[in-house]
């Protein structure tokens, strides 16, 4: 049971370029989310799904969009990558609710130049 | 909009002290707070929710309380150990809302 897993761990991107970010879960939660975690910084929320099918945006949701096809995946895709999206990208899961007990992958780290 | 402070950024402590690190939100209508720990270059690890029916939840030498009407949690931390060094984040949620993140006080407890 490996919980939460998040592919690839780093990755450095030339301003412009585009990648999907991995999130797989094996505890058949409903609830998804991808943030991102800036020095000194708390995390912020970049998108949420409740569900198969069903996402939502979060506090910084530009520049990113995602997808939900199954309870097990959850994408991030970065379409033109800016400086600015340099960040370390957490995917987490929950379940039962937005407000309930959260766990975490170990991270993508992404470096933008 | 709901905000989440903790204080000190940065905490520095012999081995053995039992120290306390403090979380504060804006908004005291929450419904859980839970506490994480991120060891450097890694992911949160979940310590401890608390519900805010709850006063304090107690995992080992944790020990996490709740006081709604100040707006207040704290992380009591006992004997600490220089495995305990990690960055410790809180973060504060309300009913059918997103979790709000503290930006988290470094700890460093030194042999």
């Known amino acids: 049971n490996a919980g939460v897993t998040q592919t690839p761990k780093f990755r450095i991107l030339k301003i412009g370029q585009s990648m999907t970010l991995q999130c797989t879960q094996d505890?058949?939660?409903?609830?998804m989310y991808w943030y991102r975690q800036d020095p000194g910084m708390g995390l912020k929320l970049i998108y949420y799904?409740?569900?198969?099918?069903?996402?939502d945006k979060g506090e910084v949701p530009n520049g990113y969009n995602v997808s939900r096809s199954t309870t097990e995946d959850f994408p991030l895709r970065l379409e033109l990558a800016a400086p600015s999206q340099t960040s370390v990208y957490f995917c987490?899961?929950?379940?039962?609710?937005?407000?309930?007990?959260?766990?975490f992958g170990p991270g993508t780290r992404l470096t933008v130049l | 909009k709901q905000e989440v402070t903790q204080i000190p950024a940065a905490l520095s402590v012999p081995e053995g002290e039992n120290l306390v690190l403090n979380c504060s939100f804006t908004d005291s209508a929450i419904y859980n707070l839970q506490w994480f720990r991120q060891d450097p270059g890694k992911g949160l690890t979940s310590l401890l929710l608390?519900?805010?029916?709850?006063r304090e939840q107690t995992s080992g030498r944790l020990n996490a309380s709740l006081d709604k009407s100040s707006g207040r949690s704290t992380l009591y931390i006992a004997a600490s150990q220089p495995g305990d060094s990690a960055t410790y984040l809180c973060a504060v949620t309300y009913y059918g809302q997103n979790f709000v993140f503290g930006p988290g006080t470094r700890l460093s407890v030194l042999p």
């Open positions: 987490a899961i929950s379940d039962r609710g937005l407000h309930n007990e959260q766990f």
């Open positions: 799904s409740v569900g198969a099918g069903i996402t």
């Open positions: 505890m058949n939660h409903n609830y």
């Open positions: 608390i519900q805010s029916s709850q």
